[in-house]
């Protein structure tokens, strides 16, 4: 395979395809992303990507790619006419990729996260490459960096502000109310089993960003899978809010969905049942691509209909 080369380190980025830098800016600009710093072209030309999360905020941006990894989950309606898009070249999975496909289209920029992010040797032997993996530990600051290389790779920086801003808004929002709001539990099904997640975890970011107080202090603090539980752990927890994720049915897999299996003697029994204050999520935006634009916005969306009435 054809090598453009590149260097690497640690952090996130992005490009406005199509387009070229102008005489008076530079052609290149170096990049921190999770697999180290690479130097890599302004407004690439030709650009790929093994991440759902990472294309939809370039849609949000009104960045245009030339080619998406194949993607399993269904897609929501709003987004299904941009992720099916017949002009996007097929250059297989985040899992599987086709790297001859992804050789042949002589890429100005390669952009792996996530899934795809143990491809990153491989595709920089191709094409510069970026991971734009997002860190666990740093989550939302990670996601600003995310999103800020991306303005300066692709000349959208103005863009990125003005999002970066009104999601800085609506985030101030619910954390100012949510403190005062009740306990939260984060939960998640699939099919008949139910995991919890507290701080630090996956879906960590309801208590260290959005603010609401834990329910349960117990949970393990991991980025990625929480606690199996049983419904008895729900009614000991007794949480004022309770935040619902289905995995099953985002991923469209069969088995019971969340609202059956959580509608029995014991979960009725909690105060966010008893006082209407079970959200059921959006499971594409909080499982799939929280760490995209439209993602966030929808998270923190959810996370307002959580707070309490009470002024």
């Given amino acids: 395979m054809a090598a453009c080369g590149s260097d690497d380190t640690s952090s996130d980025a992005g490009a406005t395809a199509g387009a070229s830098p102008t005489s008076s800016g530079p052609s290149e600009v170096e990049v921190t992303h999770f697999a ?34 194949g993607v399993a989950t269904p897609i929501p309606e709003e987004f299904k006419a941009a992720v099916t898009d017949k002009s996007l070249k097929p250059v297989g999975t985040a899992f ?15 952009i792996v996260a996530g899934r795809s992010s143990a491809t990153y040797p491989e595709m920089k032997k191709i094409a510069p490459t970026i ?20 303005g300066k790779i692709f000349g959208v920086e103005e863009k990125v502000a003005q ?14 109310k ?11 099904t699939n099919g008949a089993e139910v995991s919890a997640y507290g701080p630090g975890s996956r879906f960590g970011l309801v208590h260290d960003l959005l603010g609401y107080s834990p329910a349960d202090e ?16 729900i009614l000991k927890a007794r949480p004022d809010v309770l935040f619902v ?12 969905a969340a609202k059956k299996v959580l509608d029995n003697a014991l979960v009725k029994q909690i105060p966010a049942w008893q006082n209407g204050r079970v959200v059921y999520t959006d499971g594409f935006a909080w499982y799939i691509v929280s760490n995209s634009l439209p993602g966030m916005f929808q998270i923190v969306a959810d996370a307002r209909s959580g707070l309490s009435s009470t002024p």
């Fill in 245 to 256: 994720v289905d995995r099953a049915s985002t991923i469209g897999q069969e088995g019971e």
């Fill in 178 to 188: 949510a403190p005062g709001s009740g306990s939260a539990l984060v939960v998640m």
């Fill in 163 to 176: 999002e970066l801003e009104k999601l800085d808004k609506e985030i101030a929002a619910v954390s100012a």
């Fill in 36 to 69: 180290g710093t690479s130097t890599v072209p302004v407004k690439p030309g030709t650009v790929v990507v093994f991440d759902l999360g990472v294309f939809l905020s370039l849609h949000t941006l009104g960045v245009k790619v030339d080619a998406l990894g």
């Fill in 218 to 233: 117990s949970l393990k603090r991991d980025a990625t899978h929480g606690d199996v539980i049983s419904f008895e752990f």
């Fill in 96 to 110: 599987e990729p086709d790297y001859e496909a992804v050789n042949a289209l002589e890429p100005d920029l390669i």
């Fill in 131 to 150: 991971d734009l993996t997002i860190d666990a530990a740093n989550y939302f600051e990670s996601f600003r960096h995310r999103h800020e290389v991306l």
